[in-house]
């Protein structure tokens, strides 16, 4: 299948090796990965904060970026979630049906990452090795909009090497929510707190999730209290593989 890699302005800008990682998972598989350069952010940092017409052009952009794929592959469930779960409505605030209409086809295909390789390309082995501990956190948008379920883990789970320790009270936010930090810091960091302490509860090495914005909020705690466990985006996990003796 012909991928389209919607990498999103937070990897593009903070974690590049993120997206490097998807390219290099489905290729392995067998995929074609294609990058449009004319890609920029899909709106929620605007929409999210209340400037919902200032998202339009955004949204305008995508849909007219992707229009022409056979799926756009995501490794950000949050922007994911804005695509599909949003893009309808700043459609309405737009007043514009010809937008509407673009968000209806383009929508069906979009995928987080994990969901494409479950769903779409069928797949759990992904044929990666990683031999260490790992504990996963389901990140909001992703348990609760996208329904991601039990498929990241699966994943994990068929990881040869890697040791997958269950995370106490994994459904809790972990209080990054994007401007919300910077809004309310002291509760966000507060709740980071409460989700490191499960963490380090794990005796994992590594801990992983399907974004990597709550991943630069738990890494940054995790840093600073010199816990020396590593933060990582579940498709750089999958995309290591066995080294030959």
Do not use: W
Request: with cysteine; net charge negative.
């Amino acid at each position: 299948m012909k991928v389209a890699l919607f990498i999103t302005c937070f990897n593009d800008t903070v974690f590049p090796e993120t997206g490097k990682a998807v390219v290099r998972v489905l290729e392995r598989l067998g995929h074609s990965v294609v990058f449009p350069a004319a890609q920029t952010c899909c709106g929620q940092m605007h929409f999210n904060t209340g400037y919902q017409r200032e998202a339009v052009p955004l949204v305008r952009r995508f849909v007219e970026v992707f229009a022409d794929a056979e799926a756009v592959v995501a490794p950000s469930a949050s922007c994911v979630a804005m695509v599909r779960e949003f893009y309808g409505r700043v459609a309405e605030v737009a007043g514009d049906r010809k937008l509407a209409r673009a968000v209806t086809e383009v929508q069906p295909k979009v995928h987080e990452f994990t969901e494409f390789l479950v769903d779409v390309a069928g797949v759990t082995d992904v044929g990666a090795y990683f031999p260490h501990k790992v504990t996963y956190h389901p990140t909001c948008h992703g348990l609760r909009m996208l329904g991601l379920g039990d498929r990241p883990v699966r994943l994990l789970s068929a990881v040869r090497g890697l040791e997958l320790i269950d995370l106490p009270h994994s459904t809790e936010c972990c209080g990054f929510g994007g401007t919300f930090a910077v809004k309310n810091a002291d509760v966000s960091v507060a709740m980071g707190q409460d989700k490191i302490a499960h963490v380090l509860g794990t005796g994992a090495e590594v801990l992983a999730a399907a974004d990597n914005s709550c991943l630069m909020h738990l890494g940054g705690l995790l840093s600073r209290g010199r816990s020396g466990v590593r933060v990582m985006h579940l498709a750089e996990i999958l995309a290591h593989e066995e080294v030959p003796a």
